[in-house]
């Protein structure tokens, strides 16, 4: 079971894959999370401008990643692809490694909205959880503090309001047009991210459980 997400920027898309990757057992593959890791100083500069990575370092990570053995069984894609060029170099990475095409989760989320997100988001650097100080069922318990691993949560230096208009403008020149790609390929499963996160993730369940039924 292969489930790749595509969302404008503060869908939830992280905090989806996170959860989906706890039901089902399977491994969280976060593209952002492994430029992150990346030692480059000029790399993690343009990042957190807003700017994204060239489509041949960030293929040639997810390939590493996908040849490790946790993936045999499936995975969670957060991240990839962000366009059509990687959306073609995704659908041979799964001929080489003889893997499923799966699905694609559409979060569906209007401009104003996903703005609002963007401020409050926080992130637990230990378990990779997900709140937000703004909307009231992601925030945290004890405020500053991750829920299940009680580490200080951080915030990203990219979570602002300049560089979430830089994204979500590239966002809609590049990553937008991967729906119809998908769709024609009947692939492409939207939810309406707009209602929370607890219901985006039961209608999720719902497609995974009617494509996925052994699980």
Do not use: W
């Not at 790749?4 to 976060?30: C, D, M, N, W």
């Amino acid at each position: 079971m292969n489930i790749t997400f595509i969302a404008p920027p503060a869908a939830g898309k992280g905090t989806q894959a996170v959860k989906i990757s706890r039901k089902y057992e399977l491994p969280h593959i976060s593209t952002g999370d492994l430029l992150r890791k990346v030692d480059d100083e000029d790399l993690q500069k343009k990042l957190n401008q807003g700017q994204f990575a060239s489509d041949e370092l960030v293929s040639k990570l997810l390939e590493e990643r996908l040849e490790k053995a946790d993936c045999a069984k499936g995975y969670v894609l957060d991240g990839f692809p962000r366009n059509l060029k990687q959306a073609q170099i995704y659908d041979k990475l799964l001929e080489k490694f003889h893997k499923d095409k799966g699905i694609v989760i559409v979060l569906d989320l209007d401009k104003e909205i996903a703005a609002k997100r963007i401020i409050g988001r926080q992130t637990c650097p230990n378990c990779g959880e997900v709140f937000n100080d703004l909307i009231e069922e992601n925030k945290p318990k004890q405020k500053g503090i991750c829920d299940k691993c009680h580490e200080a949560l951080i915030k990203r230096k990219d979570d602002n309001e300049e560089t979430f208009e830089k994204r979500y403008q590239i966002y809609q020149k590049e990553t937008a047009p991967l729906i119809k790609y998908y769709e024609a390929k009947n692939m492409a499963y939207h939810v309406d991210s707009s209602k929370g996160s607890d219901y985006a993730f039961k209608n999720i369940e719902k497609i995974i459980g009617g494509l996925y039924d052994k699980h």
